[in-house]
Every structure is written in C-alpha cells, then in structure tokens.
C-alpha cells in the first residue's frame, strides 16, 4: 500500500465540491494507505478547535474514521489552519508534525513541510505568520466568544485576497536557497510540501548530490495527490465526482 500526501484543500463550509472529493478520497483511498499526511491549510482557515460546527464535526469525523480503521494520519500546520491543536489531534486520532519533520519513506528520508517557510521574499508574510504564531496571541484569541473570531477571521481573509492580487507570483514562491539550506540541515534528499500551489516534481545538484522537491497541487477544481510507494512515486489528480 502506498503513503499518501495532500495539502491545500482550503475546505469550507462554502466549498461543497471540494468537500465532497475529500471525503470520497477518505472513504475510497486513503482507507488502503500506509499513512496519510496532510501538509497544511486543509482548511481555508481554521478558527480554532472549540469550532463545533456541522462543517467541523463533518472534517473531524472523516479523520477520525480513518485513524479509527488503523490507517496513521499525520497533520503539518499550514498558514491557514496554524490554530489547529492538540484538542483536534485528540478528537480525531491525527498526529501534529512540527514546522519541519524528517520521515522515513520506505528507506527514504524525506523532510516535509507546508512550504510556506521557504517563501523568504514574502517578508510581510512572514512577519506576520511570526506574529500568529506567538503563544500568548493564541492564547488569547482561543479564549474570546466565538462570533467575535468569526469577525475577526473575516477581516483576516479579506486582507489576504486583497493583498495575493497585488504580490507577485515570484514572492510568493519558494527561495532555492532556503530549499538548500533546510535538506542540508536536515540531511536529506528529498523534500515534500504544499502552499505555493504549483504542483511539480524538480530536481536539482547541490552538495554534489541529486535532490528532488515535490510540490503538492491545490484542490481548488480538482484533487491533487502524491501517491508514493515503495518503488515509484506519481502527483495524480482526482476529478471532482458526483453526489
């Protein structure tokens, strides 16, 4: 059975074809898999694990079917879904990664990331994913009623439509430097990730070495996969399918 990887699905209660992929992927494939991992921004944002929506509930259950039936789900962060905790991974049987995790594939080592970080000529991105990121912000905003988070979040993507239509695609793509550095410090070949939505497998010489950078695809009108397994590996696409 193969490892399956996706990222940026960017679910909502507003994007029904995409939910409906996604739970006929859970049920179909990811049910067969050696493991799952989702490497950020399943959601198109997540405001915190207190959320009990019909919409929550319906994203917790698939995972926790999933965890349930024996198939292990790793869970990376993304910039949209960064309040995703330890209460979810509770609920759901997920295990949360870190920033940056080394695994092993099938004698492989590969690092995987939601790619964001490699981004570094975003630098209003990044200043501003530092600042979410601080605890005693999540702290607090874990704590406040949950309409005010709405509005609050509602202002949030608003700012951030409002300003991808004004950067340029190459800010918004990964630095090869930055690529470089963090297979060198984690010692791998391989690397793994989502966030810039440019779907791709590249390879490249550094340290005198053949690396690969598999970048996952958007669900934005299809699904997108990495299928990898012992001896190969594909990014395959999954059409949206009919209720």
């Not at 570094?120 to 988070?149: A, C, S």
Request: glycine content about 6%.
């Amino acid at each position: 059975m193969p490892t399956l990887f996706i990222a940026d699905l960017h679910l909502s209660p507003s994007t029904p074809d995409i939910n409906h992929c996604f739970s006929h992927f859970m049920h179909s494939e990811a049910i067969h898999a050696d493991a799952l991992y989702v490497l950020g921004d399943l959601f198109d944002f997540w405001i915190g694990d207190d959320d009990k929506s019909e919409f929550a509930n319906f994203v917790r259950r698939e995972f926790k079917q999933l965890t349930d039936s024996g198939v292990p789900c790793f869970f990376t962060q993304g910039n949209r879904d960064f309040l995703v905790g330890k209460r979810f991974a509770k609920e759901t049987g997920v295990t949360l990664l870190g920033d940056e995790t080394v695994i092993d594939l099938y004698g492989t080592k590969a690092v995987v990331l939601h790619g964001d970080t490699l981004c570094t000529r975003d630098v209003g991105y990044l200043k501003f994913r530092e600042k979410v990121h601080q605890p005693w912000l999540q702290w607090v905003f874990n704590r406040i009623p949950m309409f005010i988070k709405k509005k609050i979040v509602a202002k949030v993507q608003s700012g951030i439509r409002d300003e991808k239509q004004t950067k340029s695609l190459d800010i918004m793509d990964v630095t090869q430097s930055e690529v470089e550095r963090v297979m060198s410090v984690q010692n791998v070949n391989l690397m793994i990730h989502g966030h810039t939505h440019r779907p791709k497998v590249h390879t490249f010489e550094s340290n005198n070495k053949t690396n690969t950078r598999i970048v996952l695809g958007d669900w934005y009108t299809q699904g997108s996969v990495l299928v990898y397994d012992k001896n190969s590996f594909d990014l395959q696409n999954r059409p949206f399918v009919e209720k």
